[in-house]
């Protein structure tokens, strides 16, 4: 080394030892170290799989404890070996590089000499960006029926609110829904609940470099319960681990794990991106440059606005102000602003449910919750899910203008501090392409479900104005002889409802399609498919049919109320989301 000082060129076993510098073929075996371009071209050598690049055992105190840089540069990878770093690592994003050194001030002074060439484009250290903190409280579960009966909704109220259930309704009946992937960049997932039953797909962890999401804490997966709480099972969640516990308890994520996590994200088939992540005071070039690259590439990115109720612009909030993503800050429940933690200004695009919202957790009785623009951000990422499960050639443009366009924006709003509005989907369910209002709604009928009464009093095509069933569907009643009977015949013991498609096959089910508001209160909304559902059995009039005396709901009586439960039970209203 004091013969030469470090070069391009490759040095001789008998100048210098063997290091990651560019090893001639007859020293060292090609491997991730930087071959001569005779040999290889580089880029065939770098690694490029998700870095396991941040695991701390000494305290955190400086973005320079990491002693790495990453850096956006013209130079071929073998050309940075003249900072004499330890390892050098391709970056899966444009020219873009991790550079390990042995000390911080190593990767400090080669900051400097970076800087001062003109190859480079940027180059910063790989900053840490703390879990952002959330209020947690006790979870009280609320055993309404509402909430029972639902596929949405089990935990979190956001998910019961804003047109999220509608939407959810109306695309669980789509039978051209597309399968969606989410995925969640955050602290893991541990969870047995059954919310995630069928929901998840293999992820990834940054920190250990291996498939081993378990969440270090709970952050994530509370996140990833609302994403599953509040869309169809045809939308998955993928996990993808960046935090580590520092010596200090804290945690911690690197920004080379962060763009690997969502370049992986991306190279899996996920559409849409949560980052419920982010600090305040430094904008992170890397991270921002990995977003803006996979929202040109198609990916949805949604970030968290952040908790320290400051202006993003002001504080150098990131990623919460990269203006490719969908910033989202927190409202309570009853659709106040949360102004006692989430972040806002010009940045914010939209606010959602993120105060005091109920989700998964690993601990406890896998229920907790928490309150944050943490929880706000995947309501938001699970309402572009579906937006894009119902219509797949929309660009990330247009779903962002379309959650915007179709916010509800209370009295007074400020929009410049705020956003477009509160996130509501229920103008989408009611303005639908084909100008439908609750649209494609699975009817059941079960052939043998037995009856006794009379057959519902319409049986058209047309049940109401803006009610449709498909062409040429009838709905049959058989005696218990199976001799077909009109619709206005008094029934005996083992009579039943037989529904037929446009071809005359026997099915177990058909689509409505419900436009409008059919129960007249000024709202298209899951009421009216109440009413749908009420008027094909005639239950406007229930007093007219005569039933064999029963007490059908188990409530110690018999009367008008078991008519009820009979008839909902015909028509699986037990479940009416469904």
């Given at each position: 080394?004091?013969?030469?000082?470090p070069t391009?060129?490759?040095?001789t076993?008998?100048?210098?030892?063997?290091?990651?510098?560019?090893?001639?073929?007859?020293?060292?075996?090609p491997?991730e170290?930087?071959?001569t371009?005779?040999e290889?071209p580089?880029?065939?050598?770098?690694?490029?799989?998700?870095?396991?690049?941040?695991?701390?055992?000494?305290?955190?105190?400086s973005?320079?404890?990491?002693?790495r840089?990453?850096?956006?540069?013209?130079?071929?990878?073998?050309e940075?070996s003249?900072?004499?770093p330890a390892?050098?690592?391709r970056v899966?994003?444009?020219n873009?590089?991790?550079?390990?050194?042995?000390?911080?001030?190593?990767?400090?002074e080669?900051q400097?000499?970076l800087?001062?060439m003109?190859?480079?484009?940027?180059?910063?250290p790989?900053k840490v960006?703390?879990l952002?903190?959330?209020?947690?409280?006790?979870?009280?579960?609320?055993n309404?029926?509402d909430?029972?009966?639902a596929?949405?909704?089990k935990?979190s109220?956001g998910a019961?609110?804003?047109?999220?259930?509608?939407?959810?309704?109306m695309?669980?009946a789509?039978?051209?829904?597309k399968?969606v992937?989410?995925?969640v960049?955050?602290?893991?997932l541990t969870?047995?609940d059954?919310?995630?039953?069928?929901?998840?797909k293999p992820?990834?962890?940054?920190v250990k470099g291996n498939?081993d999401?378990?969440?270090?804490?709970?952050?994530?997966?509370?996140v990833?319960?609302?994403v599953?709480?509040?869309t169809?099972?045809?939308?998955?969640?993928?996990?993808?681990?960046?935090?580590?516990i520092?010596a200090?308890?804290k945690?911690?994520?690197?920004?080379?794990?962060?763009v690997?996590?969502?370049k992986?994200a991306?190279k899996q088939g996920?559409?849409?991106?949560n980052?419920s992540?982010?600090?305040?005071g430094?904008?992170?070039?890397s991270?921002?440059?990995?977003?803006d690259?996979?929202?040109?590439?198609?990916?949805?990115?949604?970030?968290?606005?952040?908790?320290e109720?400051q202006?993003?612009e002001?504080?150098?909030?990131c990623?919460?102000?990269?203006?490719s993503?969908?910033?989202v800050a927190?409202y309570?429940a009853?659709?106040a602003f949360?102004s006692?933690f989430?972040?806002y200004?010009?940045?914010?695009?939209?606010t959602?449910p993120g105060?005091?919202?109920?989700?998964?957790i690993?601990?406890?009785?896998?229920v907790?919750?928490?309150s944050?623009?943490?929880?706000?951000a995947?309501?938001v990422a699970?309402?572009?899910?579906?937006?894009v499960?119902?219509n797949s050639?929309?660009?990330?443009a247009?779903v962002?203008a379309?959650?915007k366009n179709n916010?509800?924006?209370?009295?007074?709003?400020?929009?410049?501090?705020?956003g477009?509005?509160?996130?509501d989907?229920?103008?989408?369910?009611?303005?639908?392409?084909?100008g439908?209002?609750?649209?494609?709604i699975?009817y059941k009928?079960d052939?043998?479900r037995v009856?006794t009464?009379?057959?519902?009093?319409?049986?058209?095509?047309?049940?109401?104005?803006?009610?449709y069933?498909?062409?040429g569907t009838?709905i049959e009643c058989y005696?218990?002889s199976?001799a077909?009977?009109?619709?206005?015949?008094?029934?005996?013991?083992?009579?039943?409802?037989v529904?037929?498609?446009?071809?005359g096959t026997?099915v177990d089910?058909?689509t409505?399609?419900?436009?409008?508001?059919?129960?007249?209160d000024?709202?298209?909304?899951?009421n009216?498919?109440?009413?749908?559902?009420?008027?094909?059995?005639?239950?406007?009039?229930v007093k007219?049919?005569?039933?064999t005396?029963s007490d059908t709901?188990?409530?110690?009586?018999?009367n008008i109320?078991d008519?009820?439960?009979?008839?909902r039970?015909?028509?699986?209203?037990?479940?009416?989301?469904?």
């Amino acid at each position: 080394p004091s013969e030469q000082p470090p070069t391009e060129q490759s040095p001789t076993p008998s100048e210098q030892p063997p290091t990651e510098q560019s090893p001639t073929p007859s020293e060292q075996p090609p491997t991730e170290q930087s071959p001569t371009p005779s040999e290889q071209p580089p880029t065939e050598q770098p690694k490029t799989e998700p870095i396991s690049a941040f695991s701390a055992e000494e305290p955190i105190s400086s973005d320079y404890d990491l002693a790495r840089l990453i850096v956006e540069s013209t130079l071929s990878i073998d050309e940075f070996s003249v900072l004499n770093p330890a390892r050098v690592i391709r970056v899966p994003l444009d020219n873009t590089y991790i550079l390990q050194f042995e000390t911080p001030a190593q990767a400090l002074e080669a900051q400097k000499k970076l800087e001062a060439m003109p190859e480079t484009v940027y180059v910063e250290p790989d900053k840490v960006i703390p879990l952002p903190d959330t209020i947690d409280e006790e979870y009280i579960p609320d055993n309404s029926i509402d909430i029972l009966s639902a596929q949405t909704g089990k935990y979190s109220w956001g998910a019961r609110t804003g047109g999220m259930r509608e939407f959810a309704a109306m695309l669980d009946a789509n039978t051209n829904k597309k399968e969606v992937i989410v995925a969640v960049i955050d602290t893991g997932l541990t969870s047995n609940d059954d919310i995630f039953t069928g929901r998840l797909k293999p992820g990834i962890s940054c920190v250990k470099g291996n498939n081993d999401t378990s969440d270090v804490q709970s952050h994530g997966t509370h996140v990833a319960g609302i994403v599953a709480d509040s869309t169809t099972d045809n939308i998955k969640i993928m996990p993808i681990a960046v935090f580590s516990i520092n010596a200090d308890n804290k945690l911690l994520a690197s920004g080379t794990n962060i763009v690997a996590g969502i370049k992986y994200a991306q190279k899996q088939g996920a559409k849409v991106i949560n980052l419920s992540l982010g600090a305040s005071g430094e904008h992170i070039q890397s991270v921002e440059r990995a977003i803006d690259e996979v929202v040109n590439g198609g990916v949805n990115v949604i970030v968290a606005a952040g908790n320290e109720s400051q202006d993003i612009e002001l504080s150098n909030a990131c990623p919460a102000h990269v203006k490719s993503a969908i910033t989202v800050a927190s409202y309570n429940a009853g659709g106040a602003f949360s102004s006692g933690f989430s972040n806002y200004g010009v940045a914010v695009d939209i606010t959602a449910p993120g105060g005091k919202v109920s989700s998964t957790i690993p601990t406890g009785n896998g229920v907790g919750t928490k309150s944050g623009t943490s929880m706000a951000a995947p309501h938001v990422a699970a309402a572009a899910a579906m937006i894009v499960s119902n219509n797949s050639s929309l660009s990330p443009a247009e779903v962002e203008a379309m959650i915007k366009n179709n916010a509800n924006v209370p009295v007074g709003w400020d929009t410049t501090k705020y956003g477009a509005g509160l996130l509501d989907l229920t103008k989408l369910v009611s303005n639908q392409p084909t100008g439908s209002g609750i649209t494609s709604i699975n009817y059941k009928i079960d052939a043998s479900r037995v009856m006794t009464g009379v057959l519902p009093k319409s049986t058209a095509a047309t049940i109401k104005a803006n009610v449709y069933l498909p062409t040429g569907t009838k709905i049959e009643c058989y005696s218990a002889s199976n001799a077909i009977v009109s619709d206005t015949a008094t029934l005996g013991t083992g009579a039943k409802l037989v529904l037929k498609n446009s071809g005359g096959t026997v099915v177990d089910q058909v689509t409505i399609v419900v436009r409008g508001d059919n129960d007249g209160d000024g709202n298209v909304n899951i009421n009216d498919l109440v009413a749908v559902k009420r008027h094909i059995l005639g239950i406007e009039s229930v007093k007219s049919y005569n039933f064999t005396a029963s007490d059908t709901n188990s409530d110690g009586k018999v009367n008008i109320n078991d008519l009820v439960a009979v008839k909902r039970h015909i028509l699986g209203i037990e479940s009416i989301v469904q």
